[in-house]
T-cell receptor
Framework: GENVEQHPSTLSVQEGDSAVIKCTYS??????FPWYKQELGKRPQLIID?????GEKKDQRIAVTLNKTAKHFSLHITETQPEDSAVYFC?????????FGAGTILRVKS | ETGVTQTPRHLVMGMTNKKSLKCEQH?????MYWYKQSAKKPLELMFV???????ENNSVPSRFSPECPNSSHLFLHLHTLQPEDSALYLC??????????????FGPGTRLTVL
């Protein structure tokens, strides 16, 4: 089956700095890579996703890059703000299901 | 109410009780999912239903029994649970087309505590 590893497990940045979270996966047939944000006590919400036919996608301060050859993809958040503080999960589309990473706790210090 | 809803939001039960979790989606989706979220662990997929048929059972113990009576509703029936089953149970739904995965929308979850 698919195996997803996510790093780092915690990340602290100063407000205004950039944050990068990376995930690696094992099955080259996987073709869908979403990122979810979960604030404390709330449901996970999709913030951006990418499919395997695209190398990069951007939405305002958030971008995702995909390296299919190396089987890794990354979330980039620029100009971080305190409201970006949350747990971020990557996921990999494998067959008819998503396999999630363990999550990254992002703390943005003001 | 729009989106994906779950009831109850909190549930405390003893190990000998029987209870059910309910999920409802108002998005016109055709696939629904149950996940378990425990502290410091990845979201664990439990069950997948597509067009009301169970297409995935991720080695879940039989004390968890799902039911999908129609494409808008999903239940998780619980009986003789163990304390280690205490977790946040999340429901999600998506629109599956041509076998391609799409965005999954999550409900708010049910916080389950087994005493």
């Amino acid at each position: 089956g698919e195996n997803v590893e996510q790093h780092p497990s915690t990340l602290s940045v100063q407000e205004g700095d950039s944050a990068v979270i990376k995930c690696t996966y094992s099955d080259s047939a996987s073709n869908y890579f979403p990122w979810y944000k979960q604030e404390l006590g709330k449901r996970p919400q999709l913030i951006i996703d990418i499919r395997s036919n695209v190398g990069e996608k951007k939405d305002q301060r958030i971008a995702v890059t995909l390296n299919k050859t190396a089987k890794h993809f990354s979330l980039h958040i620029t100009e971080t703000q305190p409201e970006d503080s949350a747990v971020y999960f990557c996921a990999v589309g494998y067959g008819n299901k998503l396999v999630f990473g363990a999550g990254t706790i992002l703390r943005v210090k003001s | 109410e729009t989106g994906v809803t779950q009831t109850p939001r909190h549930l405390v039960m003893g190990m000998t009780n029987k209870k059910s979790l309910k999920c409802e989606q108002h998005l016109g989706h055709n696939a629904m999912y149950w996940y378990k979220q425990s502290a410091k662990k990845p979201l664990e997929l439990m069950f997948v239903y597509s067009l009301e048929e169970r297409v995935e059972n991720n080695s879940v113990p039989s004390r968890f029994s799902p039911e999908c009576p129609n494409s808008s509703h999903l239940f998780l029936h619980l009986h003789t649970l163990q304390p280690e089953d205490s977790a946040l149970y999340l429901c999600a739904s998506s629109l599956e087309t041509s076998g391609s995965l799409d965005t999954q929308y999550f409900g708010p979850g049910t916080r389950l505590t087994v005493l």
